[in-house]
Nanobody
């Protein structure tokens, strides 16, 4: 069974940084695409970034480009999201999720969270102005 556990969220001032972690079990990162997505109450989920460690590819939403970096540590079976220059509009609950088509990473990431599953419990990120 695939299980994902997110951590690393918190309260930070605008312009600050956070590193989120997604610890995965029941899978090999090389065989999956991993997405970081976020959700604000009352709004649709938004895909932020994706990674395929097996194919060495990444994808970023327009809101994440230039500020966020996704990475993976296969030895720890963990995917990270390094977030810099945070803005109040980045405030959300952040989740990681998986898809079994890493070879088409860009396509599935453009489709968005609806094609990703096994979400974890999420980690809250709050950015104060």
């Amino acid at each position: 069974e695939v299980q994902l556990v997110e951590s690393g969220g918190g309260l930070v001032q605008a312009g600050g940084s956070l590193r989120l972690s997604c610890a995965a079990s029941g899978l090999s990162l090389d065989d999956y695409a991993i997405m970081w997505l976020r959700q604000v109450p009352g709004k649709e989920e938004e895909g932020v970034s994706c990674i395929s460690s097996g194919f060495g590819t990444t994808y970023y939403s327009d809101s994440a480009k230039g500020r966020f970096t996704i990475s993976s540590d296969n030895a720890k079976n963990t995917v990270y999201l390094h977030m810099n220059n945070l803005r109040p509009e980045d405030t959300a609950v952040y989740y990681c999720a998986v898809n079994r088509r890493p070879e088409i990473l860009a396509q599935i990431c453009r489709i968005g969270p609806s094609v990703f599953g096994s979400w974890g419990q999420g980690t809250q990120v709050t950015v104060s102005s």
